[in-house]
């Protein structure tokens, strides 16, 4: 698809910022910060080639990833909590429009698949200037947006065009899980409509004659230890968007961070709790699911302090 390249446009609007679901509506363009704590330049905490994403996404090349720096999440448990929470003490790099489509382009020149942006929810406004760019200047690479899933359908569908491939988490159907360990009250309530309009815009997932995705959803699900009915209930979730959905149930829970403050999260899962997902998901006729081994849970485990973060 061509775009005009008419930028910066979509970023004008941290003037009032409304970009997720919190609608802080705070002036990030005159230094001001909601609840994500990012003012008007995204935060980039490492850019490189990622080969520990899904099959399809990483390919044998590996997935071009923009990790951004800060969420509007705060997940209790999180692996990632160096850049996403604590990124003040840890290197970030501001990033302009410009420098953003830089690092797109050195990815494609890399031989990256695609170009995967990682916890994009709140920095939408500035990676989409950046996308716009980068096709001006030659990106002809699929686009990733792999967030956490508490996005602004209508935010999204601003974007409509830019994105090939949604990579979203669907992390809970309940309520004070998503209270209690992510600090969001209506997580539950908005994610149904993120889904759906991902699906709109790009359909089933789509591969290449390397199976390599192209185009398409990609839903999500990390199965937590005690959380067997939140888990039941995304599946159904999803299985009333489309039981086509292609959707990754990850085992890699891994108690990170302040997860040993919550007794029923200190733990990794058990293979039954485990087994017990996977075989819910093929009763509801769930049947494009991507699974993981339970060895994974600390193979995935990343150190931003590192140059390289997936190193082990
Ligand atoms: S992107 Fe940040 S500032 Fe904007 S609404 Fe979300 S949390 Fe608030």
Redo the contacts with the bound molecule.
């Keep these: 698809m061509l775009i005009t390249p008419q930028f910066p446009v979509y970023s004008k609007q941290?003037r009032h910022?409304?970009?997720?679901?919190?609608?802080?509506?705070?002036d990030?363009l005159a230094g001001e910060?909601?609840?994500?704590?990012?003012g008007g330049q995204a935060l980039v905490s490492h850019v490189g080639l990622h080969h520990g994403e899904e099959p399809p996404i990483s390919g044998d090349h590996g997935s071009g990833t923009i990790f951004f720096a800060?969420c509007?999440l705060r997940c209790v448990f999180c692996q990632n909590h160096q850049i996403s929470q604590n990124f003040q003490h840890s290197s970030v790099t501001p990033m302009s429009t410009a420098a953003l489509a830089d690092a797109m382009l050195r990815l494609q020149a890399d031989g990256a698949h695609n170009i995967n942006f990682v916890s994009p929810?709140?920095?939408?406004w500035q990676m989409a200037d950046a996308i716009v760019s980068a096709k001006s200047k030659g990106l002809v690479l699929p686009i990733v947006y792999n967030s956490n899933g508490y996005d602004s359908p209508a935010a999204l569908g601003q974007i409509r065009g830019l994105i090939d491939i949604y990579l979203p988490d669907l992390k809970y159907m309940d309520t004070s899980m998503a209270h209690n360990y992510s600090k969001v009250d209506d997580y539950a309530e908005v994610v149904g409509g993120v889904l759906a309009e991902m699906l709109d815009q790009v359909g089933h997932l789509e591969l290449d004659d390397n199976d390599v995705a192209q185009k398409g959803l990609l839903v999500r699900h990390l199965v937590m230890p005690d959380g067997m009915e939140n888990s039941k209930q995304c599946l159904r979730l999803l299985a009333k968007l489309d039981r086509q959905t292609t959707i990754s149930l990850m085992s890699q829970y891994s108690p990170q961070h302040h997860a040993a403050q919550h007794p029923n999260i200190n733990r990794t899962l058990s293979l039954a709790e485990y087994e017990e997902i996977t075989d819910f998901a093929l009763s509801l006729g769930l049947d494009n699911v991507f699974v993981q081994a339970l060895s994974s849970q600390e193979v995935y485990l990343p150190d931003f302090d590192k140059d390289q973060p997936f190193a082990r």
């Design positions: 941290l910022c409304h970009c997720c679901p919190r609608r802080c509506r705070v990030r910060v909601g609840f994500c704590k990012i800060g509007n929810s709140h920095v939408l």
